[in-house]
């Protein structure tokens, strides 16, 4: 090979070892952003913020293997990672609609009475 051509072909390899170094980042900060920002971390997630392909990510193992750990942490739901209520909590909650139930019944009856007076005055009427 002549010595042009040598330095073409190690300008390629050195641009193409970049490029590799540079979509390899995007796609651990893709991961990151998506786990911090809470969002589900998935194949397709990841692909579409780091701009890269699918099967990039497919074919990169630790990239691959990643994605797979953080998706299988994101399968619980909202209700699960909620504590379950106290006693005291329920208690509370338990008043709070006692007296709303204890406060509808008087506005109901005290509708019924004015119905009532209203009707009899509309019979009472020639």
Do not use: C, H, W
């Amino acid at each position: 090979m002549s010595d042009d051509r040598l330095k073409r072909v190690s300008r390629l390899t050195d641009a193409a070892k970049a490029r590799s170094v540079t979509t390899y980042a995007a796609a651990q900060r893709a991961i990151t952003s998506l786990d911090a920002r809470g969002r589900q971390v998935t194949f397709t997630a990841v692909a579409a913020e780091a701009k890269v392909s699918l099967s990039y990510l497919y074919k990169t193992a630790a990239l691959s293997d990643r994605i797979t750990e953080l998706r299988g942490n994101r399968r619980t739901t909202r209700s699960q990672l909620e504590a379950p209520s106290s006693d005291k909590s329920l208690l509370t909650k338990l008043n709070v609609v006692a007296q709303r139930v204890a406060q509808l019944e008087a506005e109901n009856a005290q509708l019924r009475r004015e119905n009532r007076s209203l009707l009899s005055k509309l019979m009472n009427k020639p």
